[in-house]
């Protein structure tokens, strides 16, 4: 059973509609990131959030996007209004910090976005 | 910027033959991962390096740190069609920030 299981593992969806990516972990953790990675390109930073608070989002996380972790498990990526360029793979993934206090990262398999 | 720049962006090479990656970096770090990622999937996570470390070795792979050069290699000893993947390396940038170089596409002949 995989640590981060992602859904959906892919979604097409039109131009302007809302998007709900969603991050459950297999145990309870407090680090969460989330990336996207448009084909074939680099891995890009979006978000990381712990304790249900944002820690450090990048430029491309404009008012568009979203996190949030409704039950205390979930962990989502909302966005509002979606754009042809956000088609991408989006990964989530959970942060096991080991001996070293390092932030080595779990990714989940990804849910792949296709904006139409 | 891009923090993490790895080089070559391709390589391929023959089954059994050695595999060397380069990653140049910008900042100071505390320390540095390789990552890999099979075509589609998600990165995973192969070994890391402190800052104070120079060398460190994990089965087949073996990485070097130079900090005043800010750069790292990822090395592959004889390696298998199965190590046929991307390679990224990846730094840590403030608090809970980890920021991923631009990787290297591996591939290994049978």
């Known amino acids: 059973e995989p640590e981060v299981t992602q859904t959906p593992s892919h979604q097409v969806t039109q131009m302007g509609q809302e998007v709900i990516l969603r991050c459950v972990p297999i145990?309870?953790?407090?680090?969460f990131y989330w990336y996207r990675q448009i084909l074939g390109q680099k891995v890009e930073f979006l978000v990381s959030?712990?304790?249900?608070?944002?820690?450090?989002k990048s430029e491309i996380f404009d008012d568009q996007f979203s996190v949030e972790r409704p039950d205390g498990s979930n962990f989502t990526l909302k966005i509002r209004s979606t754009k042809l360029e956000d088609s991408a793979m989006y990964f989530c993934?959970?942060?096991?910090?080991?001996?070293?206090?390092?932030?080595?990262?779990?990714f989940g398999a990804g849910s792949r976005l296709t904006v139409l | 910027s891009q923090q993490g720049e790895e080089d070559p962006q391709a390589l391929s090479i023959q089954e059994g033959e050695n595999a060397t990656m380069n990653c140049s970096y910008k900042?100071?770090?505390?320390?540095l991962q390789w990552y890999r990622q099979n075509s589609g999937r998600g990165l995973v996570h192969l070994i890391l390096?402190?800052?104070?470390?120079r060398e460190k070795h994990s089965g087949r792979l073996r990485v070097t740190l130079d900090t005043s050069k800010k750069s790292s290699s990822l090395l592959i000893t004889a390696s298998r069609a199965a190590d046929t993947a991307s390679y990224f390396c990846?730094?840590?940038?403030?608090?809970?920030?980890?920021?991923f170089g631009t990787g290297t596409k591996l591939q290994v002949i049978p």
């Open positions: 900042t100071s770090i505390n320390n």
């Open positions: 390096i402190r800052s104070n470390e």
């Open positions: 145990s309870n953790h407090l680090y």
């Open positions: 993934a959970i942060d096991v910090l080991g001996v070293s206090g390092a932030n080595v990262l779990t």
């Open positions: 990846a730094t840590e940038r403030g608090y809970q920030k980890v920021t």
């Open positions: 959030f712990y304790n249900n608070e944002i820690s450090e």
